[in-house]
């Protein structure tokens, strides 16, 4: 694994690659952001952003959405998958709102975890981007890029939140998070583009050669009569 030396001066040419990365969904405050990353599992963000207007403007707030009618719920989140499951989530994390903390959300992560549909990344996407506590979302883009760089060395996403959070400084760990997700989304890639990449000196899948892929393999060139090569065309 990378020193936390190391770990810090590749987040820096990351964010460099990636200014001012944060999370894409779409939010006015921490009920909101946690009812939609919940739906952000098995989809993408924009599908959730389609989603959310007109959800928040039938369900405001977690008193709201704790008695909301799963039918009618699962009509408004249809289109982000999984919609049976996601509704009886939010109902579930809404009304645990409302019985333990007063429908507001709490700024700790063993509360955040012991709500319905509520995971640790979950809880440290909404701590990180909405309650100003710092958090560290690991997500399959983290677990790849982290794993790929050598910025950790596991396929468990705590296990990586830890090994993460070891060598990089608290105030870091929501914009790292980001990062390396956009980095997941835009360049490595479960193909990844490391031709495109500001790290792949750096990145150790890529120094073993595990992680070369130009950016169009290479067209096979034409033969001839006995085997004679033609010039390969100029066209890419």
């Not at 008695?67 to 249809?78: F, H, I, M």
Request: with cysteine.
């Amino acid at each position: 694994m990378k020193t936390a030396t190391e770990a810090r001066a590749i987040l820096r040419k990351l964010a460099g690659q990636h200014p001012n990365a944060n999370t894409e969904l779409h939010y006015s405050n921490p009920f909101e952001l946690l009812v939609a990353t919940i739906l952000s599992a098995q989809t993408t963000d924009v599908g959730v952003n389609e989603a959310t207007p007109a959800l928040f403007a039938r369900f405001p707030d977690a008193v709201a959405l704790a008695a909301a009618d799963p039918p009618e719920l699962e009509r408004l989140v249809r289109k982000t998958g999984f919609f049976r499951q996601k509704a009886r989530a939010l109902i579930g994390m809404a009304q645990g709102l409302v019985s333990r903390h007063g429908g507001q959300v709490p700024a700790a992560m063993n509360d955040l975890i012991e709500l319905p549909g509520v995971g640790r990344k979950t809880a440290n996407v909404v701590l990180g981007h909405a309650l100003g506590v710092p958090g560290l979302p690991v997500d399959r883009h983290v677990l790849r890029v982290a794993n790929r760089i050598g910025l950790a060395q596991s396929e468990d996403p705590e296990v990586v939140e830890q090994q993460l959070g070891g060598i990089l400084p608290a105030h870091n760990w929501t914009v790292a998070s980001d990062t390396l997700i956009l980095h997941g989304r835009r360049v490595c890639k479960p193909k990844p583009m490391c031709d495109r990449c500001a790290v792949r000196d750096e990145c150790d899948d890529h120094r073993r050669g595990a992680g070369l892929h130009p950016a169009a393999p290479a067209r096979p060139r034409a033969t001839t009569r006995r085997g004679a090569r033609q010039p390969r065309s100029s066209k890419t």
